[in-house]
């Protein structure tokens, strides 16, 4: 099969004919029909998390069963799947309670420890393949429905894990990036008032068609102060911060009112600070979000189905692309999410 693959960290891809997968014992192999290029994976590209190499990098697809392993029940040849971007091992506590990112047997990510999507086909554990529900047109639309598994899913899982309720004002800081930009559709659709924070004026008009009612320029502004003056001094009920440096989730926590949520994904893992007073006085909570459940992709997918909810994905390139393609990731220069066409 035809693949991209990365021979070291910080290399360019190379398009290589490499043996065709073969499923084993549990396993199944999909044909890969597009998938998504976003910023985690260039970190990957990049070298700036740990993987295995050489690689096949790439989690966010679409694609079609080819070929399933001794012992797989629940998948059968033609069915249309995305997959799921931990190896979570499917039978912990965790797992059964459907908190699968915390399972306490994770052996990595999908196209970092073992290969993903960037090539014709992929083969993963068969608990990974998650069915496409009728009414998605994947093979008009395999771009924008690889994505829903990570850019639409991760936000949705926000939505929950604040408790973000109609009416409420939530900050979304690096909105402009590729989860930010979703993070706003999603906080639109979930009917909150929506500010987006970022350093890239460039991406605002973006960012507003996606929903944001305002937008706060932090290269210009503080942005504490910005959202303290967009609710009349009340302070804002959740930030959501994809950049997570100790300076943006300071200035989150400072920017809640009562009751209001901060919730950090992403960044360096840097510490912060955070008045203990300030959280008893005005009930604040402090949340991490890890990936999302399987189950909250099967919700995403469902509302894409019903025409709910869109992916934006505004570049998307043939696999023999890829270099080009991450450039532009690279760079933040696209808007929304990317995505390579492959089958
Ligand atoms: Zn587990």
Request: charged share 20%; proline share 6%; net charge negative.
């Amino acid at each position: 099969m035809k693949a991209m693959v990365l021979k070291a960290p910080n290399t360019p891809f190379v398009l290589e004919n490499v043996p065709d997968p073969v499923p084993g014992p549990g396993e199944a192999v999909a044909r890969v029909l597009a998938c998504g290029s976003g910023l985690t994976i260039q970190h990957v590209k990049a070298g700036r998390v740990p993987a295995k190499f050489p690689l096949i990098i790439g989690h966010e697809i679409t694609g079609e069963i080819v070929e399933t392993g001794a012992g797989v029940a629940g998948l059968k040849t033609g069915d249309p799947v995305t997959a799921y971007f931990y190896l979570n091992c499917g039978h912990c506590r965790w797992c059964l309670s459907q908190l699968e990112p915390l399972c306490e047997n994770l052996a990595g990510n999908v196209g970092r420890v073992c290969d993903g999507g960037y090539a014709e086909y992929i083969k993963l554990p068969a608990h990974l393949f998650i069915g496409l529900p009728e009414g998605l047109d994947y093979r008009r639309h395999p771009a924008e429905i690889g994505v829903i598994s990570d850019a639409i899913a991760t936000p949705y899982k926000v939505l929950r894990r604040a408790r973000i309720r109609p009416g409420e004002t939530v900050a979304v800081f690096g909105a402009g990036g590729g989860l930010g930009i979703h993070m706003i559709m999603m906080a639109r659709w979930a009917r909150a008032r929506v500010i987006a924070v970022d350093i890239a004026p460039e991406k605002f008009d973006a960012c507003r068609k996606a929903g944001a009612d305002e937008v706060v320029d932090a290269s210009q502004t503080d942005a504490g102060t910005a959202l303290m003056d967009l609710t009349d001094g009340r302070g804002i009920d959740v930030a959501v911060d994809f950049v997570s440096a100790t300076s943006t989730l300071e200035a989150g926590v400072a920017a809640l009112g009562r009751h209001g949520r901060l919730v950090t994904l992403g960044g360096a893992g840097k510490p912060f600070q955070v008045s203990s007073m300030d959280m008893l006085h005005k009930e604040l909570d402090l949340l991490g979000s890890r990936y999302v459940t399987r189950r909250e992709i099967i919700d995403c997918l469902d509302l894409a189905a019903r025409g709910e909810i869109w992916p934006i994905v505004t570049d998307i390139r043939p696999l023999e692309a890829a270099e080009a393609l991450h450039e532009r990731v690279e760079k933040g220069e696209v808007i929304g999410r990317a995505a390579l066409l492959i089958g």
